[in-house]
């Protein structure tokens, strides 16, 4: 989609290619030469997007069948027309749908319905005033870049597994049409399913927030796992055996932290960025993800490094100093360990999690027992590190974290 708002072909304009020096009343056969270059570059450079067939200016007729099965709707509009039928500039237009991810495709009448309406839809709540513009985008983008990945991953891995051709002699793609047919209403009904379940979570963990500013700008404990040695994997591992420790590692740490009561914020390969409301919550995960990764011979040695404070939430994403320090943390932590700032070990020691010492927690039980009562019981141990420079936030003091033994 372009900026261009000057309409469907009339008066002067650039032509898509984007050659200043031609215009739309050039002699026709510079105009039917300017519309196959459109025509071919809404096939070639427009991914997610009618027609993505490479280089080839022929599209196969099973991309077409295939693309209005998964819209559900024909080719109708240029992008200039599905703009007009929304009711919306060509230029907020060209906003909302590269915010989605979606190349330029000059003039080239590959829009539906659908596209029409989800135009429409972004600007009314505009116009509405539940939303401002540039929220507006920002909902377009972080909606793209989240379907994106899921899409060419269920692409990729999913769907390119399933339509292996079932008898010899049969080809991928008379598999594919029919598989898609069956798959595509369960998997829209289970991703809207879990979209609903996944912001019902994230509400409730806002309107829980103790005041206005910390629904933004929260405390939060932020881990990073990362695994030890991984540059050097990579160069002694066939690409699918990596793929494969890579998977399993990202399959791992999202089990453990979802079901320890985290969120898994993102994946970075050898890595693996999580938070938590409760440093409590986030210490089990991280040891948890220790003692699994060491009992398997498979895995390489694991590292973690977290802090505690106020992060700001952006796009789903975390920011700001707190997770800085756990990342840098993470750098330093001995391999199979876990080590924390003093903010977190502050906040275990807060709710009774951890002793303020060995010595602490020693005499508290002696004091228990000669007074006839139970004595405190701790999940975690806490020992001071050496105080050292990071790089970017000056001095700090890690803590090494570890289980307490039982008993």
């Given at each position: 989609?372009t900026?261009d708002?000057?309409?469907?072909?009339?008066?002067?304009?650039?032509?898509?290619?984007?050659d200043?020096?031609?215009?739309?009343?050039s002699?026709?056969?510079?105009?039917?030469?300017?519309?196959?270059?459109?025509?071919?570059?809404?096939?070639?450079?427009?991914?997610?997007?009618?027609?993505?067939?490479?280089?080839?200016?022929?599209?196969?007729?099973?991309?077409?069948?295939?693309?209005?099965?998964?819209?559900?709707?024909?080719?109708?509009?240029?992008?200039?027309?599905?703009?007009?039928?929304?009711?919306?500039?060509?230029?907020?237009?060209?906003?909302?749908?590269?915010?989605?991810?979606?190349?330029?495709?000059?003039?080239?009448?590959?829009?539906?319905?659908?596209?029409?309406?989800?135009?429409r839809?972004?600007?009314?709540?505009?116009?509405?005033?539940?939303?401002?513009?540039?929220?507006?985008?920002?909902?377009?983008?972080?909606?793209?870049?989240?379907?994106?990945?899921?899409?060419?991953?269920?692409?990729?891995?999913?769907?390119?597994?399933?339509t292996?051709?079932?008898?010899?002699?049969?080809?991928?793609?008379?598999?594919?049409?029919?598989?898609?047919?069956?798959?595509?209403?369960?998997?829209?009904e289970?991703?809207?399913?879990?979209?609903?379940?996944q912001?019902?979570?994230?509400?409730?963990?806002?309107?829980?927030?103790?005041?206005?500013?910390?629904?933004?700008?929260?405390?939060?404990?932020?881990?990073?796992a990362?695994?030890?040695?991984?540059?050097?994997?990579?160069?002694?591992?066939?690409?699918?055996?990596?793929?494969?420790?890579?998977?399993?590692?990202?399959?791992?740490?999202?089990?453990?932290?979802?079901?320890?009561?985290?969120?898994?914020?993102?994946?970075?390969?050898?890595?693996?960025?999580?938070?938590?409301?409760?440093?409590?919550?986030?210490?089990?995960?991280?040891?948890?993800?220790?003692?699994?990764?060491?009992?398997?011979?498979?895995?390489?040695?694991?590292?973690?490094?977290?802090?505690?404070?106020?992060?700001?939430?952006?796009?789903?994403?975390?920011?700001?100093t707190?997770?800085?320090?756990?990342?840098?943390?993470?750098?330093?932590?001995?391999?199979?360990?876990?080590?924390?700032?003093?903010?977190?070990?502050?906040?275990?020691?807060?709710t009774?999690?951890?002793?303020?010492s060995?010595?602490?927690?020693?005499?508290?039980?002696?004091?228990?027992?000669?007074?006839?009562?139970?004595?405190?019981?701790?999940?975690?141990?806490?020992?001071?590190?050496?105080?050292?420079?990071?790089?970017g936030?000056?001095?700090?003091?890690?803590?090494?974290?570890?289980?307490?033994p039982?008993?």
């Open positions: 989609m900026v708002d000057t309409g469907s072909g009339t008066g002067a304009h650039p032509a898509p290619d984007g200043p020096d031609r215009t739309a009343g002699a026709s056969d510079a105009s039917g030469a300017r519309a196959e270059r459109a025509e071919n570059r809404a096939r070639g450079n427009a991914p997610g997007r009618p027609g993505a067939q490479g280089a080839d200016p022929v599209e196969d007729p099973l991309a077409l069948r295939l693309e209005q099965l998964i819209l559900g709707a024909e080719r109708r509009y240029t992008p200039f027309q599905a703009a007009r039928s929304a009711g919306v500039s060509m230029e907020l237009a060209s906003r909302f749908w590269r915010a989605m991810g979606f190349a330029d495709i000059g003039q080239a009448k590959a829009l539906t319905e659908a596209d029409v309406l989800a135009l839809r972004l600007a009314g709540l505009v116009e509405a005033g539940l939303l401002s513009e540039a929220m507006a985008v920002q909902v377009a983008r972080s909606t793209g870049q989240t379907t994106a990945r899921l899409a060419e991953w269920q692409i990729d891995s999913f769907l390119e597994g399933l292996e051709p079932p008898e010899p002699g049969m080809t991928r793609t008379e598999v594919t049409y029919p598989l898609i047919e069956l798959l595509l209403p369960e998997l829209e289970f991703l809207v399913y879990v979209w609903r379940r912001l019902a979570a994230a509400t409730g963990r806002v309107v829980q927030a103790a005041d206005d500013e910390e629904m933004v700008d929260r405390r939060l404990a932020v881990g990073f990362d695994l030890v040695g991984f540059t050097r994997l990579t160069r002694r591992m066939e690409e699918e055996e990596l793929g494969e420790l890579v998977e399993a590692f990202e399959t791992t740490a999202a089990d453990l932290v979802a079901a320890h009561g985290g969120r898994l914020i993102k994946t970075l390969g050898d890595e693996v960025l999580y938070a938590a409301d409760d440093a409590g919550v986030a210490a089990e995960i991280a040891l948890r993800l220790i003692e699994t990764m060491a009992n398997d011979e498979t895995m390489p040695e694991l590292r973690v490094g977290m802090a505690f404070g106020t992060v700001t939430t952006r796009m789903g994403d975390v920011f700001g707190t997770v800085n320090l756990a990342s840098r943390l993470t750098s330093i932590a001995p391999r199979d360990a876990v080590l924390v700032d003093t903010a977190f070990a502050e906040e275990i020691i807060r009774g999690e951890a002793p303020v060995e010595a602490e927690a020693a005499e508290a039980a002696a004091t228990a027992e000669k007074e006839g009562e139970e004595p405190p019981s701790y999940r975690f141990a806490l020992q001071p590190m050496w105080q050292r420079p990071v790089r936030l000056g001095v700090v003091e890690p803590w090494l974290l570890t289980r307490r039982e008993g």
